[in-house]
Nanobody, 124 residues
Framework: VQLVESGGGSVQAGGSLRLSCTAS????????VGWFRQAPGKDLEFVAG????????VYADSVKRRFTISRDNAKSTLYLEMNSVKIEVTAKYYC??????????????????WGQGTEVTVSS
């Protein structure tokens, strides 16, 4: 699956932003997909994942109640809604696709396909 992120940019603390990821050349609807992020000077971090049906979802503790992941299989698109953002949300966000049959997938090794990433910058 080829993954292309969009929707990144600059936002003030407390604001909202929605990331999108469009998939092509693959079976998007039959795999778990999710988001990772890497903040400046920090390790890659799992953010959220959603099962192929969209029914099961996992979040990193750091984003629970502020971020919402969702998918539209008809559009082969994944979303990440970020609300009440804080400075520490600043990072490069990657859309990822897991190996077939893998769920839940929280580690980078469980994800086969990666987008190029989109930058999110939160200012005070």
């Amino acid at each position: 699956v080829q993954l292309v992120e969009s929707g990144g940019g600059s936002v003030q603390a407390g604001g909202s932003l929605r990331l999108s990821c469009t998939a092509s050349m693959g079976t998007f609807r039959s795999i778990c997909v999710g988001w990772f992020r890497q903040a400046p000077g920090k390790d890659l971090e799992f953010v959220a994942g959603v099962s192929w049906t969209g029914v099961s979802i996992v979040y990193a503790d750091s984003v629970k109640r502020r971020f919402t992941i969702s998918r539209d299989n008809a559009k082969s698109t994944l979303y990440l809604e970020m609300n009440s953002v804080k400075i520490e949300v600043t990072a490069k966000y990657y859309c990822v696709g897991a190996y077939p049959g893998v769920w839940p997938a929280r580690t980078r090794d469980e994800y086969k396909d990666w987008g190029q990433g989109t930058e999110v910058t939160v200012s005070s």
